[in-house]
């Protein structure tokens, strides 16, 4: 892996993903590497590890009939079954 190659160089993956959003000046520091989700990072390995996140995320799909979504954890599918799958329990 090249190291401190990131200098002045600028691959073309921001696109016009940044004209949308407020960036105060522009600075050394400005992100270079924008993943498709919108989360800039300054270095490519940043990036990387970020990536890796969304190829493990996702993985509890919800089974309810007519239902695609898909959600990282469990615990978030299981609350999103309970807020839209199920009547409420709250009353007794
Ligand atoms: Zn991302
Ligand atoms: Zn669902």
């Known amino acids: 892996m090249p ?3 990131a200098g002045g160089y600028r691959p073309r993956v921001g ?3 940044l004209r949308d959003q407020a960036i105060n000046g522009r600075r050394e520091t400005e992100p270079k590497y924008i993943c498709h989700c919108g ?3 300054t270095s490519a390995s940043h990036l990387r590890d970020h990536d890796e996140r969304h190829r493990n995320e996702m993985q509890c799909p ?3 009939s007519g ?3 898909r959600f990282n954890t469990k615990g978030d599918l299981r609350s999103h079954i309970r807020n839209k799958h199920q ?3 709250t009353r007794r």
């Open 3 to 5: 190291i401190g190659t």
């Open 15 to 17: 696109q016009s993903l």
């Open 39 to 41: 989360q800039t990072f």
């Open 62 to 64: 919800c089974d309810a």
């Open 67 to 69: 239902c695609s979504m």
């Open 87 to 89: 009547a409420p329990l």
